[in-house]
């Protein structure tokens, strides 16, 4: 996960981008990665772990009404945490991530949604294995899914491009 992390933190850094982040099953576990870089304060903005239905509700308020029909563990849970999290903290970017921690009669269902205000991907994984296996699998694909997503989307900070063409331009 080093490799690819230190690859967003440049990406992050070169484009002048922010990110944060809403995780559900991984507790806090993608924060604490991404956060090992050295400089991550520069583009890192906060994370919230969104464990319970409650906490979905109250710190990135969505309608608990809204949870209830679609399933914590849900597509639109899922985008809907992306969305309100990009709002509370004011990023370019955020991540979501909301599943099962282990499987049992739920095939160990995992969402994990990434965006900005104008792009937005989910993806669907299932995991098999110990809920710390499977913590770190989801993280690690997170990581994964996330870097491919910047490479993709040749995003940039609006008010960096401007900076720089002030600069080029000296105006």
């Known amino acids: 996960m080093n490799g690819d992390t230190k690859e967003i933190s440049k990406i992050l850094s070169e484009r002048g981008l922010t990110i944060s982040t809403c995780e559900s099953c991984t507790a806090g576990g993608l924060s604490y990665e991404l956060t090992k870089i050295r400089g991550s304060s520069n583009w890192f903005i906060g994370g919230l772990?969104?464990?319970s239905n409650f906490s979905k509700s109250k710190l990135l308020g969505i309608n608990i009404s809204f949870i209830n029909i679609y399933g914590a563990v849900s597509i639109k849970v899922s985008q809907e945490m992306v969305r309100s999290c990009l709002n509370k903290f004011k990023s370019d970017i955020s991540v979501s991530i909301t599943g099962y921690a282990e499987k049992?009669?739920?095939d160990g269902l995992v969402y994990i949604s990434?965006?900005?205000?104008?792009?937005?991907?989910?993806?669907?994984?299932n995991v098999t294995d110990?809920?710390?296996?499977?913590r770190n699998f989801i993280i690690k694909k997170t990581i994964e899914f996330l870097l491919k997503f910047l490479k993709k989307n040749k995003i940039i900070n609006k008010n960096a491009w401007f900076n720089w063409y002030m600069y080029v331009f000296r105006f």
């Open 49 to 51: 772990i969104t464990y």
């Open 104 to 106: 049992n009669d739920n």
């Open 114 to 125: 990434i965006g900005t205000r104008y792009e937005l991907e989910t993806f669907k994984i």
């Open 130 to 134: 110990s809920r710390e296996l499977n």
